[in-house]
C-alpha cells in the first residue's frame, strides 16, 4: 500500500512563500484481492509471493511522486517497525515454486497443471487489476504490473472511470483485484472497510474480509470512550 500527503504553503505578508509544510494525510491505496472471483487468490503462497513482490518503496519513490509514502497495513500510523512481508522477490518465486506453480512452457508465465482421473486441466497464474483511469493510479498499476511479471505473474490492467468503478466493480464486488483507496476520517475509524457486517454494498469491505476476533476488536473500539484503549484494540486488530 501507499499513503497520500497533503501540501500546504505558509505565505507572509508581502505574499511571497517563507515555507513549505508537509503534512501526512489518512488516505491509503493498496491491492485488495477477491478470492470469490479468482480461486487462485484463496491460495495464501499466491497471495504472500504478490505481496513479496511488489517494492512499496520504489512505487512510492520521489522519481515517482514526492507526495507518496510506504505503508503496511490498514492504519500505518498506529504503529511501526518493518514491513511485515518485505520486498524479496526471491521468496516470491520460491513460494510459488513451492506450491505446484511453474512455467512450464517457457513463455515467463507460470501454470499448474492438475490430473484428475485421465483429465488434465491447465491454470495459468494471470489477473485482472481494476482500477481508476485516474493517471497516477494507472502508473502505478502499470509498475505493479511489471513487477509480478518478473516472477511469473501476468497481469492485465483494466481502467475504468469512476462512475462506473463504483456501480459496475465495487457495488457488485465485480473484481480479481482491484487498486483502489481507503481515506479516513478525523478519527481513523477501521470499522466501515473491514468488519464482516460491511461485506455487502453499500458496505465498504471490499475484501470481503471476515473475522470473528477482528470483529470483536473493532466494535469493542468503537464501544470505548478511552483514547489508548482505543489505539490498543486498533493496534491488536
Not at 491447465?122 to 504490473?145: C, G, I, K, Q
Not at 466501515?192 to 473493532?218: C, M, R, V
Amino acid at each position: 500500500g501507499f499513503g497520500g500527503i497533503s501540501s500546504g504553503t505558509i505565505t507572509e505578508m508581502n505574499g511571497h512563500p517563507s515555507s513549505i509544510t508537509m503534512l501526512q494525510i489518512p488516505r491509503i491505496f493498496g491491492i485488495f484481492f477477491n478470492s470469490q472471483s479468482s480461486p487462485v487468490l484463496s491460495e495464501k503462497a499466491v497471495r504472500e509471493a504478490i505481496a513479496h513482490a511488489l517494492n512499496r518503496d520504489a512505487i512510492a519513490s520521489p522519481q515517482h511522486s514526492d507526495q507518496r509514502l510506504a505503508v503496511e497495513g490498514p492504519m500505518p500510523w498506529l504503529y511501526g517497525g518493518a514491513l511485515v512481508r518485505p520486498y524479496d522477490p526471491g521468496r516470491a518465486r520460491s513460494l510459488l515454486k513451492d506450491a505446484e506453480w511453474t512455467d512450464h512452457d517457457g513463455d515467463g508465465i507460470r501454470e499448474k497443471v492438475a490430473k484428475k482421473k485421465e483429465i488434465t486441466s491447465t491454470t495459468t497464474l494471470s489477473f485482472t487489476l481494476t482500477t481508476s483511469d485516474w493517471p497516477e493510479l494507472v502508473m502505478v498499476a502499470e509498475t505493479a504490473r511489471d513487477m509480478l511479471k518478473q516472477i511469473g505473474i501476468a497481469v492485465e490492467i483494466e481502467k475504468r472511470p469512476f462512475s462506473d468503478l463504483e456501480a459496475e466493480v465495487i457495488k457488485p464486488r465485480n473484481y480479481e483485484m482491484l487498486l483502489f483507496g481507503h481515506v479516513y476520517g478525523y478519527e481513523p475509524d477501521p470499522f466501515a472497510f473491514w468488519h464482516s457486517s460491511q461485506t455487502k454494498y453499500p458496505g465498504l469491505n471490499i475484501t470481503s474480509y471476515t473475522n470473528k476476533e477482528a470483529d470483536a476488536l473493532l466494535e469493542e473500539a468503537r464501544r470505548t470512550i478511552d483514547p489508548a484503549a482505543r489505539s490498543e484494540r486498533l493496534r491488536a486488530f
